[in-house]
Nanobody
Framework: QVQLVESGGGLVQAGGSLRLSCAAS????????MGWFRQAPGKDREFVAR????????YYADSVKGRFTISRDNAKNTVFLQMNSLKPEDTAVYYC???????????????????WGQGTQVTVSS
C-alpha cells in the first residue's frame, strides 16, 4: 500500500519561503513520477509541479514557474517543493501526488493521479 506523508507547511509572510517534503512508502519509490497539487478554499484542486522518476525532468504550472522548485531524493524516498517569493494567492492545502505506473508521466489533472497524501496547509499573509 502506497503512503504519502507531507510536512513543512505553515504560515509565512508574502515574499518568504517554505520547503515542503513528502515521504513515500510502500513501493520502490525511484521508479515512479511524483508531483504536487494544491487546493485553495472554494476552488478546484490544481496542478503545481511534477518530477520524473529519475529526477531529470520537471514541469511547473505557469503560476509558480520561476518561484517553486521540485526535487527528489530517491535514496530517502522523499520529494520536495521549495517555494520562494510566496504570494497570498499561494495559500492553499498542498498535496503530494504519485502515479501508479512506473516510469510514466504524472498527470497534471487531479483525476489522473493515483495516490494522494493527506495535505499540508500553506498560508501566506500579506
Amino acid at each position: 500500500q502506497v503512503q504519502l506523508v507531507e510536512s513543512g507547511g505553515g504560515l509565512v509572510q508574502a515574499g518568504g519561503s517554505l520547503r515542503l517534503s513528502c515521504a513515500a512508502s510502500g513501493r520502490t519509490f525511484s521508479r515512479y513520477p511524483m508531483g504536487w497539487f494544491r487546493q485553495a478554499p472554494g476552488k478546484d484542486r490544481e496542478f503545481v509541479a511534477r518530477i520524473s522518476w529519475s529526477g531529470d525532468g520537471t514541469y511547473y504550472a505557469d503560476s509558480v514557474k520561476g518561484r517553486f522548485t521540485i526535487s527528489r531524493d530517491n535514496a530517502k524516498n522523499t520529494v520536495f517543493l521549495q517555494m520562494n517569493s510566496l504570494k497570498p494567492e499561494d495559500t492553499a492545502v498542498y498535496y503530494c501526488a504519485a502515479a501508479r505506473t512506473p516510469f510514466a508521466v504524472l498527470s497534471t489533472t487531479p483525476s489522473g493521479v493515483d495516490y494522494w497524501g493527506q495535505g499540508t496547509q500553506v498560508t501566506v499573509s500579506s
